[in-house]
């Protein structure tokens, strides 16, 4: 699942990634693309590979560079002779002129039935020096879907790389795309060689910009002739957190349900109520789950310990925890540290419950214990009379009344605003939820109260 960054009117999104890696690029500086699983590093390699983007970003100067996409799931075999050939084939598909270039075509049948071991490496750079010869432009090599070539292929083949490199400087600049840094995907002496002309050029890619996915959502709107708001927008954006995985999923189920409306169920003061009977739908879908899994299995078996260490509530490891930052699995908001987006981080909190034990909210009134997924809270007296309540109606809306008359009794009724009332229950929410921002267990009933949900 892959959403394409260039729209219909011809514009591209990820303009705040494209326009710093060509700044590096221009430099003769090689970049590694690093990305938890589908947050859009392909798109953005294939992005890359084209001509009007250089022009766009460079002008004049543009026209002088020749990207070439280079797609390692399009090995024929993972060796290296492999790999050489992926690359000179590849070579002479970016190019009318070098799909021409006799010498090139030599290099590539010389390598495709070598006389010999020795002449696999040899055809590979004669091919490579007749495209840097045939033409002047300066070759940009997108290495996509690279961690399993980088860590398979005898090192020998990317120290034939930087040699390259070494020798026609500017004229030729790498990019990779891997779930994590080479140095961590093969540490060691040779494959560090290579590593090192990316050593100071880490891109760590973010999901996509609110901006983006509201663009990306007009243009869906568009293309499937819907009626959507700005309510929708951040419906999808609180969902998604603009990973393009999960942004076609729920686009998808949100279209469906659009389009389906009866014409007088169309206001916006209905979105809230049609937002809501969404959820369970998003919940439930196989193919956001399987996002999930993915950005899931992509973490290190620390990093998910870690994850649920924080979602539990426990302390968690702060190297551990700059590592999910920097890899935008993680967002600080405000004081708090919280998964980038809700699907992921229902995913994680029911992992989290699969793992560490407990199930949602338990309330012992006799000895007056409070936990949250087996892991005992803290809390005041208000805050414990106000979830004793909640607990008591679990899935019932509670209105406000109650809670005065429960909560601080009778003598309330004439003190307690609904100032007061929200104010307890933000306080609440910020032990009881992983995400306060996005409650899951203590959901406000606009218009009507407040709802313990409990499964």
């Not at 290296?80 to 970016?94: D, K, P, T």
Request: aromatic residues 10%.
């Amino acid at each position: 699942m892959t959403t394409t960054l260039r729209l219909s009117d011809g514009s591209y999104m990820r303009q705040t990634d494209i326009e710093p890696i060509v700044g590096l690029l221009n430099s003769s500086r090689c970049v590694e693309v690093t990305g938890f699983s589908n947050v859009g590093k392909s798109s953005l390699m294939r992005l890359l590979a084209h001509a009007d983007v250089w022009l766009h970003q460079l002008g004049e100067e543009g026209g002088e560079y020749l990207p070439v996409y280079i797609d390692c799931n399009r090995m024929l075999e993972m060796t290296e002779q492999g790999f050489y050939e992926l690359v000179l084939r590849c070579l002479q598909e970016s190019s009318p002129v070098l799909a021409k270039n006799q010498e090139l075509q030599s290099a590539y049948e010389a390598l495709v039935a070598p006389a010999n071991v020795f002449q696999v490496p040899l055809s590979f750079s004669n091919g490579l020096t007749a495209a840097l010869q045939e033409t002047q432009y300066k070759l940009i090599l997108l290495f996509d879907e690279f961690d399993e070539p980088f860590q398979q292929i005898d090192t020998r083949v990317f120290l034939n790389l930087r040699a390259k490199k070494d020798r026609y400087g500017n004229r030729l600049v790498f990019v990779t795309a891997t779930v994590w840094p080479l140095a961590v995907l093969r540490p060691g002496e040779h494959s560090s060689e290579f590593g090192e002309l990316f050593s100071h050029q880490p891109w760590h890619l973010a999901p996509l910009p609110s901006h983006d996915v509201a663009r990306y959502m007009r243009s869906f709107a568009a293309r499937h002739s819907l009626d959507l708001t700005a309510e929708d927008f951040d419906f999808v954006y609180q969902w998604t957190g603009g990973h393009p995985g999960y942004l076609e999923g729920v686009s998808r189920i949100l279209g469906d349900a659009v389009a389906a409306m009866d014409q007088g169920s169309k206001g916006k003061a209905d979105r809230f109520v049609f937002h809501r009977g969404l959820i369970d739908q998003l919940r439930q879908d196989p193919t956001l789950h399987m996002e999930s899994e993915k950005i899931w299995d992509s973490c290190t078996s620390e990093q998910q310990e870690t994850l649920r260490f924080l979602f539990s509530g426990l302390e968690a490891d702060p190297a551990s925890l700059s590592q999910l930052m920097k890899l935008h699995v993680l967002v600080q908001k405000k004081e708090d540290l919280r998964a980038f987006c809700r699907l992921f981080a229902e995913y994680v909190m029911a992992h989290q419950t699969d793992t560490v034990g407990g199930d949602g909210v338990d309330v012992d009134s006799e000895s007056g214990e409070v936990s949250i997924n087996g892991r005992q809270i803290d809390l005041t007296a208000l805050e414990y009379q106000l979830i004793r309540l909640l607990f008591q109606n679990s899935n019932r809306i509670v209105d406000k009344y109650q809670i005065v008359q429960e909560v601080w009794g009778d003598d309330g009724l004439r003190e307690v605003d609904d100032a007061r009332i929200e104010k307890l229950v933000s306080r609440l929410r910020q032990k009881v939820e992983p995400d306060p921002s996005n409650p899951v267990y203590i959901v406000t009933v606009r218009g009507r109260g407040y709802r313990l949900v409990s499964d």
